[in-house]
Nanobody
């Protein structure tokens, strides 16, 4: 299986910056897509940013130009650099990875436990 551990969440003032990290571990053979999602109570989980193994990235319109996703494939680590944060960015942020485990021929989706980000106005 794959374990994902997020870190870097916390309380930040509007206009400030924060960096989230997600480390994937386990019997990982390969990872294709790595992404960040967020969720507020009463709302569905939404995509924030996603990175593919061929270098492509895409962002939600609400964060485009403010957030940057990056990954270190040698360390199986994903980052989210959050700049000029806003109160509406307050949410639990989840790391998601599509990975192949051991000798299995198929890919599965794995989720972290989430990290709270709170932006004060």
């Amino acid at each position: 299986q794959v374990q994902l551990v997020e870190s870097g969440g916390g309380l930040v003032q509007a206009g400030g910056s924060l960096r989230l990290s997600c480390v994937a571990s386990g019997q990982i053979s390969s990872i294709t897509i790595m992404g960040w999602y967020r969720q507020v109570p009463g709302s569905p989980r939404e995509l924030v940013a996603r990175s593919t193994d061929d270098g492509a990235t895409n962002y939600a319109d609400s964060v485009n130009g403010r957030f940057t996703i990056s990954r270190d494939d040698a360390k199986n680590t994903l980052y989210l650099h959050m700049n000029t944060v806003r109160p509406e960015d307050t949410a639990v942020y989840y790391c998601n990875v599509r990975a192949r485990v051991g000798p299995r021929p198929f890919y599965g989706d794995y989720w972290g436990q989430g990290t709270q980000v709170t932006v004060s106005s």
